[in-house]
């Protein structure tokens, strides 16, 4: 017996609301890496799974962190907030890269990650956007920092894919022109792109359905069954 106070749903009404037109542009691919050092190991690998997505045919833009400043929630018209907002909002999904320090991500990773809102005005620039979580260490190999990560997508209601790669002892992973090794890290990058695009693909053209709540919608449903 249907409930009351819930929506009604069947498969096939659900399905049926999948049979639509599907984009065919690229998907675009925005990301994000923890580090400013130079030689940021967590830059390289954002570069080097950038160059993956890339040979897939995606549209990736990686955002420089320097000089964005430290979350205020003031600083909204300084430029490089601004950039970022765009940025969010221009993507179909992300990819974040950081250090594991102390046990978990850097404050370069999170500051970029606080200053995306859940909502700038109707839009919501990360909701339903696909996530793939990334991490290196400069020693033995840990998963700490993309277990943050992942948290933060889920904050962020995002859809973070069940692949993810963590990069140890990243300082012997890296060629001097900064690419990756051949190496079943670099296989891992490559893995994690590969399922990144896919499912980028898969639902972006449906991110509103997917994210429709009843909790947020609930005069609308109770029109369509007669309950006002």
Known sequence: ??????????????????DKPKSIHAPRILMLYGSLRAESYSRKLTQEAAAILESFGAEVKVYDPNDLPIFDRESYDHPKV??????????????WSSPELHGTITSVIKNQIDWIP??????????????????????????????????????????????????????????DDGSM????????????????????????????????????????YAEKVGKT
């Open 118 to 175: 859940l909502s700038l005005g109707s839009v919501r620039p990360t909701q339903a956007r696909t996530l793939a979580v990334m991490q290196v260490s400069g020693g033995s190999q840990s998963f700490n920092a993309v277990n943050s990560l992942r948290l933060l997508g889920r904050w962020m209601r995002m859809l973070t894919i069940p692949n993810q790669s963590s990069v140890a002892m990243a300082w012997k992973e890296f060629n």
């Open 181 to 220: 090794k051949e190496s079943s890290y670099r296989d891992r990058v490559v893995d994690v792109m590969e399922e990144l695009f896919r499912f980028t693909l898969l639902t972006r053209d449906h991110s509103e359905f997917l994210t429709y709540r009843y909790s947020e919608n609930k005069e609308e």
């Open 82 to 95: 601004k950039e970022l907002h765009e940025l969010a909002i221009w993507s179909e999904g992300m990819v």
């Open 1 to 18: 017996m249907t409930h009351p106070y819930a929506p009604e749903h069947t498969a096939e009404q659900t399905l049926a609301s999948f």
